[in-house]
Each structure stands twice: as structure tokens, then as C-alpha cells.
């Protein structure tokens, strides 16, 4: 009882939760799973069936017994040739289901993090994120046809050979099987180690690769600020972290490897030195049964080694579903009743907010007692400093983040929805970064309706005052676009993000700090031509005095609170 309590607090108890974790994850898979193992099943049968009928052939060709000689060897070359096709059967099947497992479970884990809590996800790196999502992913998925189902074939390969070797000599078997616990109790101290230094593998991965996603994304401000020594040094030192930590993880991988290996041909030689001495002391009266105890004894070392392999294997598969399962952990989204939201829509609603504070994590409050309405159709400009929170309140509106007390309600005096991502398609959001994805001008607007034809396209760019740089540019519309809209000013990249928020023809607007690149005379009339939309509500956070003379309200956040601005 002593040794399970160990057990279940221990490495061991870890490692079977995340493997049960991979197969809950992958059980749609199980089938297939089933025939992966049953075509290895079959291949180690034929070869060692090969194995035994070469030990006859031996036999028929020294006593020149012609045509036991020509069957027997017709038959072996079958059964080789069969092991050989199913093998490569194998391989193949493998490759097609690693791929399938690797493309749902990167899916999986994909929606995952589009439906995590938004404010509990930042505390990752995007680096990380995207380390979890290929590389752990890919290590996961490899895990699930190479990990236990492997370990099933090569224990059978293992067994069976040793049956084999069991019914010709007795003591060649218990040579092979003391290998087994020796290779355990010399396992035994690698196993955390391992364990430790895949851990911190994972860990100063994503560490590289959040270093390089950053360089990559801020080429321009590295540049401008004349940082490129600054960051290869910074390389440097980041490489420096992952060589020292790659090459102890390697030393005690080779050690662990080297050991095993070891033992697993010292147990094959020592089979091979049995027979020999049997051989030479007349003990064996056939020569073909010493060349049976020399495959038998390849098998026998290939399976321990392929066991011996599966160690690292198995732990650095499951550090990578141990870091998949943390994300799976975080908390979701809150569900919402999408029946009420478009009850709503559609209707005119006003948008009611209640007393509301919110605090980000481990942070003093940023909004305080927070109390307004909005009516439908109305122009409102919220109004502080910066740093002040009306960006974290534009994303209390898209139910990013969610008050620490009080309500927030869109309500048309009948019906009264909660504000929550269910809400979110009521808003069409344009954030001080314009967001702009990579692809076409239209694949950028085409984002939040696909179904839009052109001229629509054309006609939400012409209330953006974009119309007319966008026609000017090679294919118009269907001109590409580098990487976040880097082929195209701060002020243009604003104005698309405009044209893509009036083309969603949500019934609320939020617009963060969009005019900031904007010429006062182009901000006025893009402002004019979005007040001018039919059944539109406005919401602008805003420095710039020019805008406010287009607003119904004005509210000013100061010390925390909402205060109205009279005019």
C-alpha cells in the first residue's frame, strides 16, 4: 500500500494521466489505433516465423536435401517478403494517421484558444502559444501510434522471441530476460531527470520562439531605433540558454541511451556466446539452430532497444501533453443565450451599464462605480487620459473581459440580454492597432461578412474615405497586402479598419483612438459619413477635441469614475 500511495504522488502517476489525457483526446482514433498494432503484431509473426524456417533451411542445405531446400526456401523469402510489405504498410498507415491526429488536435487546441478567457490567456506569450500549438501538438499526435502502441509491438516482439528461444534453451532465456529488471533499475534514476530537462527544453523553445516572433513583428521599430546590435547580442544570450540546456538534456540522453543500449547487446551477445559454447561443446547437434539463436537474439536486442528508446520518447511526449492539458485547464468563455441575443437584434436597444468596476488580475481597480446610458442611435465620445481605461472599457463592451461587479445590459424595454460574447457580433469593433490580416484588401473586409460582393465592398471603403487610394492601388481591391498592412501608412491602415467595421453592419460601433493618423479634415468627414448610417450606434474613445462637436453625449473617465462632460 505504501509503494501505490508512492506511486500515485509520483512521476509515474503524472506520466499515465497525461498518456490517458493523449488517448481521451485521440479515442476517435481508436480503431485505427487497433490496426496499427495488429499490423505490427503481424509483421514480428512473420518474421520470426521467417526465423525459424531459415533455421530448417540451414539444416536442409547442409544435409543436401534438394527440395526441402527449394520449398523451405521459397517460404522464407515469402515471409520476409510479407514482412517487409506489411512494414512498409505500417509506416505508411502511421504517417497518414499521425498527420490526421496532428491537423484535429491542432484544430482542438486551436479553438481552444479562441474560446479561453481572454484576460486569463495573457499570461502566455504569443511565442509559447504558437510553440504549444505545433511543436507540442506535433509531439502529442507522433505520441499516439509511437508511444504505447509501440511499446505493445515491441514487448510481444520481445516475448514471443524469448518463447522461442525458451522451447530450444531454457538458460539462453534467462539470460535474456535478466536484461529486463537491469535495465530498469539502471532506467530508474534517468527517468526524472529526463523528465526535468524536456520540461526546461519545451520552456527555452518557447522562449526562442517568442524572441524571434517579436524581432520578426517589430522589424521596422528595431531598425528605426537602431537596435540590431542590441538584439543579436540578445540572441545571442537567448541561444546561449538553449545550447547550455540542449546539450545537458542531450548528456544525460546519450548516458541513458548508451546504458540501455548496453545492456540490451550485451543480452543478444550473451545469447550468441551461449549457443556458440553449446554449439562447440556438441550440445547443439544442428547448425541451423545456432543461426535461429543469432536472429533470435537481433530481435531480442532490437526490441529492448526499441523499449529502451520509447523512455525519452514517452516523457517528452508528455511534457508536451502536460503543456497542452494547461491550457486546456484556463478557464472558457462564459456560455450565453444566443436565443435572447437575437431576440435583440434588430431591435432598438439601448445600451445600460450599472455601477460597474472592474480590476484587471492582481491590479488596483481600473474602472470604479461606473454608471451610463446610451441610446439607440446616439454619438457618444469617451474622453480621458491615456492609460485612463477606455480601452479596457471597449473591451468590458466586447465581453472580453467581464466586471467585477455590477451589470452591463442592451435592452430594448421588452427584453434585457447581458453583455458577453454572445453580444460581441452586436459591435463592430475598430482598435487603435487597425488590425489588419494579411491578403487582399478584400479578404481583409471579407473577414467579418464573406458573403459581401464588391460594390459593398466598395461602398463601406467610400464611407472610410478609402475608396480612393485603394482604387489607385495595382488591382484595387484585390491588391495583396504585406503583413500587417505594412505596404501601407498608419492613416490608410486606420481607414481600412474603419471600412471593414461599417461593412460587418453591426448595430454598434466602437471606434478606439481611430482617427489619431487622420488629418483633421479627413477624420471630420469620415466621422460625418459613419454618423450619417442609418440605425447606427457610435461609441468613440478619443483625444482629439474635433471630434466631439459630431457627439451626443460626452463622458470623461477620471480617478476611475465615468463623469458626463457638459457642453
Known amino acids: 500500500m505504501r509503494f501505490l500511495r508512492k506511486l500515485n504522488r509520483g512521476l509515474l502517476h503524472d506520466v499515465w494521466c ?22 505490427g503484431l503481424l509483421t514480428t509473426g512473420l518474421s520470426l516465423i521467417a526465423a525459424v524456417l531459415s533455421k530448417d533451411l540451414v539444416n ?25 510489405v506489411f512494414s512498409a504498410i505500417s509506416s505508411r498507415y502511421s504517417a497518414k494517421i ?28 504569443s511565442g509559447d502559444l504558437l510553440n504549444r500549438i505545433n511543436t507540442d501538438v506535433s509531439n502529442v499526435a507522433g505520441s499516439v501510434l509511437g508511444w504505447v502502441p509501440t511499446f505493445i509491438i515491441k514487448t510481444v516482439q520481445f516475448i514471443a522471441s524469448l518463447v522461442v528461444i525458451l522451447v530450444y534453451d531454457p538458460t539462453m532465456a534467462l539470460f535474456a530476460l535478466c536484461s529486463a529488471p537491469l535495465s530498469l533499475l539502471i532506467a530508474k534514476p534517468f527517468v526524472r531527470k529526463l523528465r526535468k530537462f524536456s520540461s526546461e527544453m519545451r520552456r527555452v523553445s518557447s522562449e526562442m520562439m517568442s524572441f524571434n516572433e517579436e524581432a520578426f513583428q517589430n522589424s521596422q521599430s528595431i531598425k528605426a531605433f537602431n537596435l540590431v546590435d542590441s538584439f543579436r547580442t540578445k540572441l545571442d544570450q537567448v541561444q546561449h540558454i538553449y545550447y547550455d540546456t540542449a546539450m545537458e538534456h542531450n548528456r544525460v540522453s546519450v548516458i541513458n541511451s548508451a546504458l540501455l543500449s548496453t545492456i540490451g547487446k550485451l543480452a543478444g551477445y550473451l545469447c550468441i556466446g551461449w549457443g ?31 523499449l529502451f528508446k520509447l523512455v525519452p520518447t514517452a516523457i517528452d511526449c508528455t511534457v508536451s501533453a502536460q503543456r497542452i492539458m494547461t491550457i486546456f485547464d ?35 481597480a481600473t474602472l470604479e462605480a ?91 471603403l467610400r464611407v472610410a474615405c478609402a475608396e480612393d487610394f485603394v482604387r489607385e492601388l495595382p488591382d484595387g481591391i484585390n491588391s495583396h497586402m504585406s503583413e500587417r498592412g505594412s505596404s501601407l501608412s498608419i492613416g490608410q491602415n486606420q ?48 483625444h482629439r477635441p474635433s471630434v466631439l462637436k459630431l457627439c451626443d453625449q460626452i463622458y470623461k473617465i477620471q480617478d476611475k469614475h465615468l463623469q458626463p462632460v457638459k457642453e
Open 18 to 39: 497525461e498518456t490517458r489525457w493523449i488517448y481521451h483526446h485521440t479515442k476517435a482514433y481508436k480503431k485505427s489505433i487497433f490496426l496499427f498494432i495488429l499490423i
Open 495 to 542: 481607414r481600412l479598419a474603419i471600412a471593414r467595421a461599417v461593412l460587418a453592419d453591426a448595430p454598434v460601433m466602437l471606434l478606439d483612438e481611430v482617427t489619431s493618423a487622420l488629418d483633421l479634415e479627413t477624420e471630420e468627414r469620415v466621422l460625418q459619413n459613419i454618423a450619417a448610417l442609418p440605425n447606427k450606434t457610435c461609441i468613440i474613445s478619443t
Open 98 to 125: 499521425n498527420l490526421r491526429i496532428s491537423n484535429e488536435l491542432r484544430a482542438e487546441v486551436f479553438g481552444v484558444f479562441l474560446n479561453t478567457d481572454w484576460q486569463a490567456l495573457q499570461q502566455y506569450h
Open 370 to 460: 461606473v454608471s451610463f446610458t446610451i441610446a439607440p442611435r446616439e454619438i457618444v465620445a469617451i474622453v480621458g487620459q491615456s492609460g485612463s481605461g477606455k480601452t479596457t472599457l471597449f473591451r468590458l463592451l466586447l465581453g472580453l473581459l467581464r466586471p467585477d461587479s455590477g451589470s452591463m445590459t442592451l435592452t430594448n424595454g421588452d427584453v434585457s440580454v447581458p453583455i458577453s460574447p454572445a453580444t460581441r457580433n452586436l459591435f463592430a469593433y475598430v482598435p487603435q492597432d487597425n488590425v489588419i490580416f494579411s491578403g487582399t484588401v478584400a479578404d481583409t473586409l471579407r473577414l467579418v461578412r464573406p458573403e459581401a460582393s464588391d460594390d459593398e465592398i466598395l461602398a463601406a
Open 276 to 306: 556458440a559454447f553449446r554449439l562447440w561443446g556438441g550440445d547443439i547437434k544442428e547448425f541451423g539452430t545456432m543461426v535461429l539463436f543469432i536472429q533470435l537474439a537481433g530481435y531480442l536486442s532490437s526490441a529492448l532497444s526499441a
Open 330 to 364: 484556463l478557464p472558457r468563455e462564459p456560455e450565453a443565450d444566443s436565443a435572447a441575443v437575437e431576440a435583440i437584434r434588430g431591435t432598438d436597444f439601448s445600451l445600460v451599464v450599472e455601477d460597474m468596476s472592474f480590476a484587471y488580475q492582481e491590479r488596483a
Open 60 to 84: 536442409y542445405i547442409i544435409g543436401k536435401k534438394g527440395w526441402h531446400v527449394m520449398q523451405t526456401g521459397i517460404l522464407v523469402v515469402l515471409f520476409s517478403l510479407f514482412s517487409i
